[in-house]
């Protein structure tokens, strides 16, 4: 029982942080129909920025908590500066050119995010300082320790934001139009530019939350480290209906459970023939499974094809 | 085909015929190996065109099939279960194969829309490499991480391609052989593409990528017609799969990365989507630059600031990203696009409507 309950909660735990990504991944979508591929990219810049920051003013002898709060800001800033400049070079000119088109330059800034994160930090994985009391506690068995418990609490209150900032701002509305149509909202006054640059500065920021989140969680940091927790964002997006704020927090949970869980089963389910090893095989068959019987995704709409 | 470009054909087939002597007098062997690579890559951009530029399927997974490919042919022709099947047996075995796979992909997830279905086939792409990864416990299959080694070469009877041979008075390494025999596979691939792009299928696929509302309402099976070009895809991956792991001699999981995918997908768009010969120049360029960058990345810092200031492995991929985004910017519908093609992939609705005016129409 206590292993299901360690699992659980560090589904929860890696849930929060996919739920994060997910939401630039699906924001950004549900504006400009695009896969933002360098979304991953950004997660690992917050981080390393997080890291530099911290290292900075560590040796500065600044309290830890405070150390914390100002890498947050400054990795928050600096993403939110490389959202937009990510979308004012490479997607904004392509906005009325083929839809692949945005794809490519997508896959070229992750590409030149990743070597520009290598010649500048290097190859090596950076320890992450603990800026945290990283007290544990009991919990039914189970482990839970602050850190744990602050990411799912952060998280938590990042998504509650967002969603007051999209159902019940003037902000929100224009968002919520753009995404609809594009045309009328200009037409109403909407200033689409504006509204899609704040997405990304949005989607970005959330982002680097997310950096940090890993980076104090695992403890490491590394260059490669956003391309495979953006590809599990982005699946935990679809999972939950891509281009849907809430499909994405419960698809990143989701998927994270499922990660966790099936890490923790599939050697007792397969009698011992399947490992851990195995884990992202379990997520991938589950976003299959799910996306045949619901093509849609989980809370996704069932949008019409075109006529 | 007229008749003013034959000339043309005559010197660039010539060109073709000479290109491996050519290019290992002056540049080196490296570089007749990096030609050979260049065929391969042109055959799964190739088979990638289909799905993705004829009928508008987005597959994110591709290097799956390849993987099939190689794989079988790893397995059946090596000392891993000391089996050596003769090529001429494990080539189309593999193509089946993963044509099979293809099927097995598409069938439960082709009614899904655009990215959707990207995302499951990368999905997919990801699970095979997994397994491939860890299929050496507990019983020892794949070899896991360490892959495959020893895989024998092209051979029929006593001629092997992992050789030296003499043939008219010259000289033909194991790199030159393969490079004719990589030049024929291509051709044919080329020629299967010319033919199906004209065919009642490739018509088919077009209208289908067009509007599938309309294809469907044409009387078109959409369903069967998408799992066919499905196919027809992993068909030519499997077979540049197999070639590759005889030319090789060793296939591991870390070849068949989701990087791989995205290169193939690169070269099919920026080249040139639905274009035969945009594909052709997509795969040549990608495959030629980051070499050309390797080479010139670490030389040209000696020469600017006297030493080597960045790894020149980093540099040399941050160049191919800038090049990657300026080529795109600059081109948007590809260096070399289909006069056909005016309309996007699929495009939504929102995006249609903004669509009228974009470098397709401007073609027309």
Redesign the interface.
């Known amino acids: 029982m206590d292993i299901l309950l360690q699992q659980i909660i560090n589904g929860l735990v890696q849930g929060s942080v996919y739920a994060l990504v997910a939401l630039g991944y699906t924001m950004v979508y549900g504006i400009l129909g695009l896969i933002n591929f360098a979304h991953g990219e950004v997660v690992m810049v917050g981080a390393m920025v997080a890291l530099a920051v911290s290292g900075m003013l560590l040796a500065a002898g600044l309290p830890p908590l405070l150390v914390l709060l100002l890498a947050l800001l400054v990795a928050m800033a600096v993403c939110m500066a490389l959202g937009y400049a990510i979308e004012r070079i490479a997607y904004r000119p392509l906005r009325n050119a083929p839809r692949l088109a945005p794809l490519i330059t997508a896959i070229g800034v992750s590409i030149v995010l990743q070597n520009l994160a290598m010649i500048f930090w290097g190859r090596e994985y950076h320890a992450f300082p603990q800026l945290l009391p990283g007290a544990s506690h009991g919990f039914g068995g189970a482990i839970i320790n602050d850190v744990q418990i602050i990411i799912i609490a952060v998280a938590l209150l990042m998504m509650a934001g967002l969603l007051v900032l999209v159902h019940r701002t003037r902000l929100g509305r224009a968002m919520r139009a753009v995404a609809e149509n594009p045309s009328a909202a200009a037409l109403m006054g909407v200033d689409i530019n504006t509204v899609i640059s704040v997405t990304f500065m949005i989607g970005s920021a959330l982002a680097a939350v997310a950096g940090l989140m890993v980076s104090a969680n695992y403890g490491i940091v590394h260059y490669y480290m956003g391309f495979l927790l953006g590809l599990k964002a982005f699946t935990a997006a679809v999972l939950g209906g891509i281009g849907n704020l809430r499909g994405a927090m419960l698809g990143g949970v989701l998927l994270g459970l499922i990660e966790s869980l099936g890490a923790g089963y599939i050697g007792d389910l397969s009698g011992g023939f399947f490992g851990s090893n195995y884990q992202d095989v379990f997520a991938f068959f589950a976003l299959i499974a799910v996306l045949v019987f619901r093509p849609s995704g989980l809370l996704g709409e069932r949008v019409a094809e075109r006529a | 085909m007229n008749l003013k470009h034959k000339p043309l054909l005559a010197a660039l087939a010539i060109a073709l015929l000479l290109l491996p002597f050519a290019t290992d007098a002056m540049l080196g062997r490296g570089w007749v190996r990096i030609a050979d690579f260049a065929l391969l890559y042109i055959m799964l951009a190739l088979g990638l065109n289909i799905v ?1 530029g004829y009928a508008g399927l ?1 597959d994110l997974g591709y290097v799956a099939f390849f993987a099939v490919g190689a794989y079988n042919y790893a397995l059946l022709s090596s000392p891993q279960f000391g089996l050596h099947w003769p090529f001429w047996v494990v080539l189309p075995l593999g193509a089946l194969l993963a044509c099979c796979f293809g099927v097995l992909l598409g069938a ?2 082709l ?3 655009g ?2 279905l ?3 086939t ?3 792409g ?2 095979i490499r ?2 491939l ?2 299929l050496n ?2 019983v020892n299959i794949t070899n896991g991480p360490q892959g495959i080694s020893m895989i024998d070469p092209i051979r029929a009877g006593e001629f092997s391609m992992g050789g030296e041979h003499q043939l008219f008075g010259l000289a033909f390494p194991a790199t030159h052989l393969h490079y004719y025999l990589f030049l024929l596979f291509t051709l044919l691939v080329i020629f299967v593409s010319r033919r199906l792009e004209g065919s009642r299928i490739g018509r088919a696929w077009m209208a289908i990528r067009e ?3 309309a294809a469907e309402a044409m009387g078109l099976n959409t369903r069967n017609i998408k799992l066919l070009a499905f196919a027809m895809g992993a068909t030519f991956g499997g077979l540049s799969g197999g070639l590759f792991a005889g030319f090789q001699g060793f296939v591991s999981p870390e070849s068949f990365s ?1 990087m791989e995918s ?1 290169m193939i ?2 070269m099919v ?2 080249g040139g ?1 639905g274009n035969i010969g945009g594909v052709i120049l997509g795969g040549v360029l990608l495959v030629l630059l980051p070499e050309a960058l390797r080479n010139g990345a670490g030389p040209m810092q000696q020469a600017l600031f006297g030493k080597t200031l ?2 020149p492995e ?2 040399r ?2 160049m ?6 300026a080529v ?2 600059l081109r ?2 590809g260096l070399w696009p289909s006069t056909q093609r005016r309309r ?12 009228q ?4 129409d401007n073609s027309k």
Not at chain 2, 344 to 355: A, C, F, R, T, W
Not at chain 2, 357 to 360: A, L, N, R
């Open positions: 993705v987005l439960p997830t009614k899904l829309r990215d959707y990207a995302i499951v990368l999905g997919f990801e699970i997994i397994f990864n860890n416990a507990p509007d599938e509302v989701l995205i997908l690169c768009v920026l989507m960045v790894d980093s540099l991929m941050l191919f990203g800038l090049a990657l985004i795109m910017l948007p519908a996007e992939l699929s495009p939504d609705e929102m995006i249609s409507h903004q669509e005016d974009t470098v397709y």
